[in-house]
């Protein structure tokens, strides 16, 4: 059964940061490129961060480049997300995913406040 748990979400005042988890399970996690995805109300879901399976290379979304991390730990099959800066419009869902080929995986996300 496959499984991906968000973690690490909450209220967070502007400039701060937080760091964000998703722990797999059900399938060969250093095989996929695992990304976060974030989805604020009203809006449509957007690629926020990726990191490829074969060489760890990562790809980000312009609004968030130079204070967002992602990284992965294939031995824990877990991935994050380290968010530093974090502005009001940083609030929203993230959502982490796992892709290979045809199987396409998500987490049921982590909300994230940023708010004074």
């Known amino acids: 059964q496959v499984q991906l748990v968000e973690s690490g979400g909450g209220l967070v005042q502007p400039g701060g940061s937080l760091r964000l988890s998703c722990a797999t399970s059900?399938?060969?996690?250093?095989?996929?490129?695992m990304s976060w995805y974030r989805q604020a109300p009203g809006k449509e879901r957007e690629l926020v961060a990726s990191t490829t399976s074969t060489d760890g290379s990562t790809n980000y979304a312009d609004s968030v480049k130079g204070r967002f991390t992602i990284s992965r730990d294939n031995a824990k099959n877990t991935v994050y997300l380290q968010m530093n800066s974090l502005k009001p419009e940083d609030t929203a869902v993230y959502y982490c995913?796992?892709?290979?080929?045809?199987?396409?995986?998500w987490g049921e996300g982590t909300q994230v406040i940023v708010s004074s």
């Open positions: 995913r796992a892709r290979l080929s045809w199987s396409d995986y």
């Open positions: 059900g399938f060969t996690f250093s095989r996929y490129t």
